[in-house]
Structure formats: C-alpha cells, structure tokens
C-alpha cells in the first residue's frame, strides 16, 4: 500500500519564477492538506482540498494556490517567487470524514529559491 | 505571541534517559493533541494523539494533556539512538467534517547518545 507520494524531491528556482508542486494521497483517502516547513520550524498550514474544493485555508498569501483532481491527487502552485519561499512543503492526506489525528504526510519537496 | 510554543532544544541525553518534551497552546478551542516525530530529510510521522485532558500510554511512550494549564508533554521511557529525531508537537479544534488544520510547535530536536 503506496503512502503519501510527492514530487519532485527537490526542487531549484529563480525569484520571481513559478513553481507546481504534486502529491498523490494514501490509497483510499480523499483529502489533502499541504503544509510549509522552513528550516528549523514547525510545519505551518497553507491549505485543505476536499471533493476537488479548498476547505480550509490558512495564512498564505493568493500566490499560493492549489488544485484538486478526480483522482484526489493535488497540486500546490506558487508565483512570484521570492527567497522566503524556500522551504520544504509537505503534503499530507486523510479521509474527509476522519480524525485530524488520521493525517499521514508524505516525505516533502525541498524548494530552493535564489 | 505563536499558538504553539516548543522549546527547540536541541536535546541530548544519554542511552536509557527518560525524555521529557513540552509544548505551551494559548487557543483554548484546541481539543485534539498530537506528537509526530520527523526524521532528517523525512516527512512527519504520528506517534500518539491524545483527545482532550488526559494521558495516554503506549509502549515507551506517554502524552499527557492538562487543558487547565494548556500544557502538553510526551515522555519517552529507556530512550534508544532510534529515537534520534526531531518531535513535533502538533493540535486541532478539529470540527468533524470540516477538515482539521494542524498547528504545529517548532519542534524538539533530540539526540540520544549510545
């Protein structure tokens, strides 16, 4: 049973540049969140999709942007790169109608702004 | 003032120490408590949840919660190099069906010592 997958590993840009990142959810589940952990810091939670929609969002600014498909696999979109963006972005997913404890991430892409 | 505050240590013990990890909330809203541990270059992995006060025991491991006091801790028994990681301790005022963001600590990095 494939965990939470995502890709790239890592990932190199340009400020200013635009950057799409992916992940495919644990089998059966159908919610994903992603998350932006910079170095030395705890994850801090960018967005949720459900049923294709962003349930929940949290304080990132609209350079920021996902994207949900049928499958529930996800997208995580940034524009407009800048040097504070480098972090490594987490996904993580769970069923809906589950437990917030019921999250499992995946193992991270690493972005490298410069 | 940050929702979540965890001493980021680092923490170094001894093989066979017990480990004592904490974190502070300020949202009294917070019902459900949880501690991941996050392996270099890895993504977070769950170790125990806990719902509100209370502790909760399993294998080396014990969360306890005290609500009044918005104080969490995770003790770890006859602490093993294994453990080597950095914990996150992470929490929710998860509504069923309305996705349950994460708001996490800045993470305790621990080293145990052979």
């Known amino acids: 049973d494939a965990g939470v997958t995502q890709s790239p590993t890592h990932l190199i840009k340009t400020r200013g540049q635009q950057v799409t990142l992916r992940c495919s959810p644990k089998?059966?589940?159908?919610?994903v969140s992603w998350y932006q952990q910079a170095l030395g810091q705890g994850p801090q939670f960018i967005f949720q999709?459900?049923?294709?929609?962003?349930?929940q969002r949290g304080n990132f600014p609209d350079r920021f942007s996902g994207h949900q498909f049928p499958n529930y696999s996800s997208e995580l979109n940034v524009n407009a790169l800048l040097l504070g963006d480098s972090a490594l972005y987490l996904c993580?997913?769970?069923?809906?109608?589950?437990?917030?404890?019921?999250?499992?991430f995946g193992p991270g892409t690493r972005l490298t702004v410069t | 003032q940050k929702e979540v505050e965890q001493d980021p240590g680092p923490l170094s013990v001894p093989e066979g120490a017990i480990v004592s990890l904490n974190c502070t909330y300020s949202n009294s809203a917070f019902q459900y408590f949880m501690w991941y541990r996050q392996y270099s270059r890895k993504g977070p992995e769950l170790l125990m949840y806990t719902y509100s006060s209370g502790n909760k025991e399993d294998g080396r491991f014990t969360a306890q919660v005290d609500k009044s006091s918005k104080y969490i801790s995770l003790f770890i028994r006859d602490s093993q190099p294994s453990d080597s990681a950095t914990y996150l301790c992470?929490?929710?005022?998860?509504?069923?069906?309305?996705?349950?963001?994460?708001?996490f600590g800045q993470g305790t990095e621990l080293s145990v010592k052979p």
């Open positions: 089998s059966g589940h159908d919610t």
């Open positions: 993580a997913s769970t069923l809906g109608a589950g437990g917030p404890y019921e999250q499992y």
């Open positions: 992470a929490m929710t005022d998860f509504l069923y069906n309305q996705g349950g963001k994460l708001i």
């Open positions: 999709y459900y049923e294709e929609e962003e349930r």
